[in-house]
């Protein structure tokens, strides 16, 4: 019966772990494309995607949020530029993330950014609006335009800040002519097209 260290296995376990090591110490910049000084948050890079526009709110000014301790549980504390969006009439743009089966949604998420999988938000939450739609919107990966009336939310049990109720889709909007290149599917069979088009 052969040992453990003249058993062919062993040659093979060690020469494993011993890569798994080298790969493991490797430095971070060899296996992805994180820049040295990191990855930028959802609204600086919302907006190298989407240009601000006048009229609509910026996921700049939504970022002006910072949780503080309130007794034994963490709140969020809103600059005044949020607080007085609230119970207002207002526009976000951004990315659809539907919250329902089918191509129209009457509840969904919009994001700063696009998503980069289904079951996963590509940011933090305050770079994520709750939609309450008055009609179905058309499921598009383009960004869109909403108007509705705003809502800052204190203490809402899913952990979302903000929500646009009675909203409508005003237009798409366009991405900055900078922006990378496939950040966005083109239309074809397995992207819906915008709506007006």
Request: charged share 20%; proline share 13%; aromatic share 6%.
């Amino acid at each position: 019966m052969p040992t453990p260290s003249s058993s062919p296995i062993a040659p093979r376990c060690v020469r494993a772990a011993v890569l798994a090591l080298a790969l493991a110490a490797a430095p971070a910049f060899a296996l992805t494309n994180v820049p040295p000084g990191g990855l930028p948050s959802a609204n600086e890079f919302s907006a190298q995607i989407l240009p601000e526009r006048a009229g609509v709110v910026s996921w700049r000014t939504l970022a002006q949020v910072q949780p503080v301790k309130q007794g034994n549980k963490m709140v969020p504390e809103f600059s005044k530029d949020i607080l007085a969006l609230d119970k207002k009439e207002t526009r976000v743009q951004g990315f659809m993330i539907p919250l329902d089966v089918g191509d129209k949604q009457k509840r969904f998420l919009l994001t700063a950014v696009p998503p980069h999988c289904s079951f996963c938000l590509p940011a933090g939450p305050d770079a994520v609006v709750e939609i309450l739609a008055k009609s179905p919107v058309r499921y598009t990966f383009e960004p869109i335009v909403l108007s509705g009336r705003f809502a800052v939310l204190r203490d809402d049990s899913a952990g979302l800040l903000y929500r646009l109720s009675d909203a409508t889709q005003v237009e798409v909007a366009q991405l900055a002519p900078d922006a990378p290149k496939g950040l966005v599917p083109g239309p074809g069979p397995s992207a819906p097209k915008a709506p007006g088009r």
